[in-house]
């Protein structure tokens, strides 16, 4: 345990660190928000006691302390007076004093020559902890060695005559982290750890100020959460009641099976997992149930589940909610966000959770351009996901062009920090090393939760796949009117929005996609479930967005070509709970060019393996498609050279890496998007006429507003601006004002050609 050290500042002057109230006996000691930062209270537990639970609470400490000796500056302190016009007469004061860049330059002056590499990596986070980790040489003035340079030895010297004995510190040892294989695998942990303390520091500087500045919000905190063996409990009730109110059909029993499996698994030793599920066999609820297991097991912290889509992670959310009940009030964290993640705005910052729960819900993108991110706001909540049991549902959706930094990352989290992480997919573990693909997880890393995978998928097996070949708009239009009950998922909102139109006119159909704001998409797929239950007609036309994670169940599914994976996905809202002897899964080529990058090339190889398979989605054909087009992509595994921002000091390892650059590099969607505010429905007038009430917009109006906003791309953005069918309402939040660019059925309209029905404007 970190001892509470107490220090002695050598200057009888008293320095601030914060000012509030009407003057300084107001105002926050320096040095007392150094010790905050540092060693934490009851309430939280500082620097260090973050980052123990990775075996670097010295490190932690020391940044405590020294993070902010630059406010021991004469400027700082003169600034501080002179913004509560205390000193109105200081008139050459800058209107901002970096405070951050002389607690690393002392480090690096205190430790360079002996342990260059500690020195680097705490200059990193000190220099950081406001402006965000930064690169190490390139030619902005912003870099750190240009920084470090800068800083003048006689400022240096003059801060510590004010400082106190912190500055005496022991050198904090390198944890003995597990290395890896060579040079470029340990500058990346290098890197990785320094970040990770990055996030211990910034948290805890949040936090602290937030005590003093805004002691009401701090006391929010506090709010009691669950345990995990309390979410455990709750959720082995949900599911006892489930397998007692369920009926007694095969599919049934092999989600019973699937589970005992799931829990049975929780006692193995902490690493890699796959958990290889057909869709359809309950993986959400037995995946959650082994992760509390193993957490509980194995005295973990929480549990991360990591999806795909930002719709089902809405979907999930519900569910566990619905699983766990009360519970989940202050035990569950759903962090997501239909606003552009990659700026500060305030949306972002609403979103920057600390994870600090015992269940969170998020995306890929949250979770994993975290892990590669350099500002403060996404940092903050790193520290956190040591110790965790990451789920990452449908991983075999990770992009091609990232998957090198992404199982690195991975990797360093299950061997240095105490992470579990199990690889959820319909399919098979796409990302296990083989000799073509050396960047995979070792298969002695990897255990199976599930005994006999290929006899699950044949016992699952609820559908008959044909592939038909070149389908006309007319003739596929034919086929899906005599359908009583269908589904359509085609590759692109334009293509669904037309073939939606068309359909309409031979009788009732209903259209899906991401053109819909969320509470649009939430309740048509409700009205879809209710009129399948009711058995009435029920044709749908889709995106994507229906195929991962949405459970619905139509008899008959039609599939415009694409990956092996998709088309298992769409395959899995056939005949879900085997209710015919055999679901119609129909696989098509369109007339429709297919979209550039990803999707078009998983529907070529899809395309040339379908001919060599019987059952194109078997798992055999599913590991040959996974070769072509994961295995045999050498040079694309890093496109945008993430790795190669991560470089080191031959001989010392002191990291040299290019924070910042990475950041910027590692975007899992790399279109710019911009969010429209979609006043749907009488909810969503309701928000739009609160959010014009005032531009003081409290937290739960624009947390409510995220169920109305929909993405579009930066060009669409650019016409809806110039043609003033957006306003920005006290400049920063955009809502839809023109009456005809959002249809009851279709969404935002963005092509013109695609004409609105005035009659169903809704805005």
């Not at 700026?343 to 920057?352: G, V, Y």
């Not at 036309?541 to 459970?551: K, N, Y």
């Not at 390892?653 to 924070?659: E, G, S, T, V």
């Amino acid at each position: 345990m970190t001892r509470k050290r107490i220090f002695i500042s050598r200057s009888r002057t008293m320095y601030y660190a914060h000012t509030q109230g009407n003057g300084p006996e107001d105002w926050e000691p320096l040095e007392e928000h150094l010790r905050l930062v540092a060693l934490g209270d009851d309430q939280f537990p500082g620097a260090a006691g973050f980052a123990k639970k990775f075996g670097a609470a010295d490190f932690g400490e020391l940044l405590g302390w020294w993070h902010d000796l630059g406010k021991f500056a004469p400027q700082f302190q003169g600034y501080l007076r002179q913004q509560n016009g205390l000193d109105s007469h200081l008139e050459n004061l800058p209107g901002r004093v970096d405070h951050s860049t002389a607690g690393a330059a002392f480090a690096v002056q205190r430790f360079a020559d002996t342990h260059p590499a500690v020195a680097r990596i705490l200059a990193y986070c000190i220099a950081g902890h406001h402006a965000g980790l930064a690169d190490w040489d390139t030619d902005s003035d912003a870099c750190l060695q240009q920084r470090l340079n800068a800083k003048k030895p006689e400022t240096i010297a003059a801060l510590k005559e004010a400082c106190g004995e912190f500055l005496h510190l022991p050198l904090p040892p390198l944890p003995s982290l597990t290395p890896g294989t060579d040079n470029a695998e340990r500058s990346f942990q290098l890197a990785f750890f320094t970040r990770m303390l990055f996030s211990c520091l910034v948290d805890a500087d949040y936090l602290a100020t937030e005590k003093f500045m805004a002691p009401e919000t701090a006391g929010q905190r506090r709010e009691q959460q669950p345990l995990l063996a309390e979410l455990n409990a709750a959720l082995d009730r949900c599911l006892a009641d489930k397998r007692s109110q369920s009926e007694p059909t095969p599919v049934n029993a092999i989600r019973g099976d699937i589970l005992s499996e799931c829990q049975n698994a929780a006692p193995l030793r902490p690493g890699f997992f796959s958990l290889t599920v057909p869709t359809g066999g309950g993986k959400t609820l037995s995946s959650l149930s082994f992760a509390l297991r193993h957490a509980l097991q194995h005295d973990l912290d929480r549990i991360i589940y990591a999806i795909p889509f930002t719709s089902i992670v809405e979907q999930n959310a519900d569910v566990f909610r619905a699983a766990l009940g009360d519970l989940a009030t202050t035990g569950l964290v759903e962090h997501h966000s239909n606003f552009d993640p990659k700026k500060e705005t305030p949306w972002n910052r609403l979103s920057a959770e600390t994870w600090n729960a015992p269940l969170v819900v998020t995306t890929n993108i949250q979770l994993l351009e975290s892990l590669f991110a350099s500002r403060t706001s996404r940092c903050r909540k790193l520290h956190n996901i040591a110790r965790s049991v990451i789920i990452l549902d449908e991983s075999q959706t990770l992009s091609v062009e990232l998957l090198h930094p992404c199982l690195s990352a991975l990797r360093e989290l299950v061997r240095n920090y105490q992470c579990s992480v199990v690889l959820c997919t319909a399919t098979q573990p796409a990302l296990m090393a083989r000799d073509d693909f050396k960047i995979g997880i070792p298969a002695n890393e990897i255990e199976e939760i599930i005994s006999k995978p290929a006899a699950l998928y044949q016992s699952l097996k609820r559908v008959q796949v044909q592939y038909v070949g070149d389908l006309s708009d007319d003739d596929l239009i034919d086929q899906l009117a005599s359908e009583q009950q269908v589904l359509c998922i085609v590759n692109t909102t334009r293509h669904a929005a037309e073939l939606y139109q068309r359909l309409k006119q031979r009788g009732q159909a209903v259209h899906l996609s991401a053109r819909m704001c969320p509470e649009h998409r939430s309740k048509t797929i409700k009205d879809i479930k209710q009129s399948l239950d009711d058995k009435k007609p029920c044709r749908v036309i889709s995106t994507q967005v229906i195929e991962a994670g949405v459970d619905i169940d139509f008899p008959a599914v039609y599939r415009a070509i694409a990956g092996f994976d998709s088309l298992a996905q769409a395959a899995g809202r056939c005949n879900r709970e085997g209710r015919h002897a055999a679901g119609k899964v129909v696989v098509f080529a369109t007339e429709h060019p297919l979209p550039h990058g990803h999707l078009r090339q998983t529907a070529e190889t899809a395309q040339e393996l379908i001919p060599l398979y019987d059952d194109f989605l078997s798992l055999d054909a599913i590991e040959h498609y996974f070769r072509k087009h994961y295995w045999q992509h050498q040079g694309g595994w890093d496109r945008p050279g993430v790795l190669s921002s991560f470089r080191s000091d031959s001989g010392s390892f002191a990291p040299l890496a290019d924070f910042r650059s990475a950041e910027q590099k590692f975007q899992l969607i790399p279109d710019e998007t911009k969010p429209v505010i979609v006043p749907w429905g009488k909810t969503g007038r309701r928000l739009e006429r609160q959010l014009r009430k005032s531009p003081f917009v409290s937290r739960e109006i624009r947390q409510q507003l995220q169920r109305y906003t929909v993405q579009i791309r930066q060009f669409y953005w650019d016409r809806f601006v110039q043609n003033h069918w957006v306003e920005l309402v006290y400049e920063q939040y955009p809502v839809l004002v023109d009456s005809l660019r959002y249809d009851d059925n279709l969404g935002i309209g963005l092509d013109d050609q695609i004409l609105l029905d005035p009659a169903q404007s809704v805005v």
